[in-house]
């Protein structure tokens, strides 16, 4: 029944090794969505899709490399990981081509540890 | 460029107060604007959000917002604050047009205390 689920929710690594996130949804939903939440819980938008087309991609080192194999997911890869990745990485998704009045709808996170 | 502000990041109050949660708004075209709440180490969940009409908009858990466009400002509140009230809270504002993300504020912690 979960409607944005992230996996895995943990995730403890050491510098220089290559981890993926994985999300899923099953809302219908055209767009997703991936988040990155730092230690002050200041959230900022990393990627979107919609319909498996990159429309957003913010200020993001060339380590994190977004994919969608179809409009229901949307996994993360990131290379040579730093101490600073470490934060909480959100998925989420919304109705239509994003923006405008559809809110999000967003997983439970995935706490990624880079010691 | 939108952008919003929160004022105060934390914010403390007795059980049973007025809960107040201040959320000022930057946009250059009429804004789509949006309250979230987050509970520990859950996702954001949405409480209320408004797109047009009635300026006072009702969302779960007895929380409503009121969108004054001449203060710029869509303060959260609630009358009687309870304890499963205490978690982060996010102001949002969208670009409002399509293919573009949710600016969310820095976030206001509700702590409250019995």
């Known amino acids: 029944d979960t409607a944005v689920s992230q996996t895995p929710k943990y995730l403890v690594t050491q510098m220089g090794n290559d981890k993926s996130i994985k999300c899923e949804q099953n809302?219908?939903?055209?767009?997703m969505y991936w988040y990155k939440q730092d230690s002050k819980k200041f959230l900022k938008i990393m990627f979107s899709y919609n319909n498996k087309e990159l429309i957003i991609n913010e200020t993001v080192p060339n380590r994190f490399s977004p994919k969608s194999p179809d409009k229901a997911h949307l996994n993360l890869h990131i290379n040579s990981l730093e101490l600073g990745d470490s934060a909480v990485y959100f998925c989420?998704?919304?109705?239509?081509?994003?923006?405008?009045?559809?809110?999000?709808?967003f997983g439970n996170g995935t706490r990624l540890t880079v010691t | 460029a939108q952008s919003v502000t929160q004022l105060g990041s934390h914010v403390s109050v007795s059980e049973g107060a007025l809960v107040l949660l201040r959320c000022n708004y930057s946009s250059s075209v009429p804004p789509y604007l949006f309250w979230y709440v987050q509970y520990p180490n859950q996702g954001l969940q949405l409480l209320l959000k408004?797109?047009?009409?009635?300026?006072l908009v009702k969302g779960i858990n007895g929380f409503e917002a009121e969108f004054k466009k001449s203060e710029t400002s869509f303060h959260l509140t609630k009358p009687s604050a309870h304890m499963s009230d205490a978690a982060e809270y996010f102001c949002?504002?969208?670009?409002?047009?399509?293919?573009?993300?949710?600016?969310f504020g820095k976030g206001t912690t509700l702590s409250v205390s019995s």
């Open positions: 408004y797109t047009t009409g009635a300026t």
């Open positions: 989420a998704s919304s109705q239509g081509s994003g923006g405008g009045n559809s809110p999000l709808h």
């Open positions: 809302l219908g939903h055209d767009t």
């Open positions: 949002a504002v969208s670009r409002g047009w399509a293919g573009t993300a949710l600016i």
